[in-house]
């Protein structure tokens, strides 16, 4: 099993020392002597908890906190402050600001333990929850909820980096069909197939594929222009293809097919993430009118593709 990490912000050497060796023996523990360091580690790694000294070098630990809970995918860390100060107002703004947690020094072994176990465990459960309300029942991918709050993130990520970002609407053809032929419970079937075909065609981490709604699914691809995200679709139809899924009620032919709809965009600060998402969808439904099982592709603004 996995061992929690503990990220501990002390500018104190032999504090940090301590809390690394008391906090060892249980937990992973990565130490920082500095605020700008400490958001480096917690940015790049799965933190679990955060045990942060008020009285930083570059950075009070207030602000740090601050910086932490403002940032969507952070937030949710909590955040533990550790200090030589006593005064009332000191520990109202720590729990104002957003910690979870206010120990002063000199520290308790024990009591320190109790305390990052409580919230490591209360952290553990929101995340279980959290995976419930964000994971599909039926296939295993994100929900569209799941999809929404990514879509918002790269989006904002991408129109402060100025780079590429596409959308990827995908239909499984004819699937009211399929239901009628086969029922709902081999429909169901066909659709974890589907998708454990959809995900076999992302390889980078950014990237993501997520059930929208009935046999819809979405694909999110960071950094890829329409030209890659054409390539990532043709890629999942010949992986649902492949799948050999048959369907003797389409009209496409002998075994389950879908149709894709690919948007490209950089965004812009005055363009609505809506109109990337209509695109798609447009582009979708354009290459189920002109013979389904094919994918149509347009950049924003630009001009629109097929490869039938």
């Not at 301590?18 to 580690?41: D, H, I, M, P, W």
């Not at 000191?90 to 990052?116: C, N, W, Y």
Request: proline share 4%; hydrophobic share 40%.
């Amino acid at each position: 099993m996995t061992r929690s990490t503990v990220l501990v912000v002390e500018d104190d050497l032999a504090i940090s020392t301590f809390l690394e060796a008391t906090l060892g023996e249980k937990y992973r523990v990565t130490c920082c002597s500095n605020g700008a360091q400490a958001l480096g580690a917690i940015t790049n790694s799965d933190i679990d908890v955060v045990l942060l000294d008020v009285g930083l070098p570059d950075i009070d630990g207030f602000e740090l906190c601050k910086r932490i809970k403002a940032t969507p995918e952070l937030r949710h860390v909590p955040v533990i402050f550790l200090t030589g100060r006593t005064a009332i107002e000191d520990e109202i703004k720590a729990f104002e600001i957003g910690g979870v947690d206010f120990i002063t020094k000199p520290i308790i072994p024990t009591v320190l333990m109790a305390r990052v176990r409580t919230h490591i465990d209360l952290k553990h459960s929101r995340d279980t929850l959290e995976r419930l309300v964000f994971v599909d029942s039926l296939t295993g991918l994100p929900n569209r909820r799941a999809f929404d709050q990514a879509f918002a993130r790269e989006w904002r990520r991408t129109r402060r980096i100025q780079e590429y970002l596409s959308i990827v609407m995908i239909d499984v053809d004819h699937f009211k069909q399929y239901n009628d032929l086969y029922g709902h419970g081999a429909g169901d079937e066909c659709l974890r197939e589907v998708a454990s075909a959809l995900g076999r065609c992302l390889q980078r981490p950014a990237d993501i594929v997520a059930r929208y709604g009935g046999e819809e699914f979405v694909a999110l691809l960071p950094g890829t222009d329409a030209t890659g995200g054409a390539a990532v679709a043709d890629a999942m139809g010949l992986a649902v293809e492949r799948a050999n899924l048959a369907h003797k009620g389409s009209s496409v032919c002998g075994h389950v097919t879908i149709s894709r709809g690919v948007a490209s965009t950089v965004p812009e600060s005055d363009e609505e993430p809506e109109r990337l998402l209509k695109a798609a969808d447009e582009e979708l439904y354009q290459a189920k009118k002109t013979g389904r099982n094919r994918t149509r592709t347009i950049t924003l603004p630009g001009e629109r593709k097929s490869n039938d």
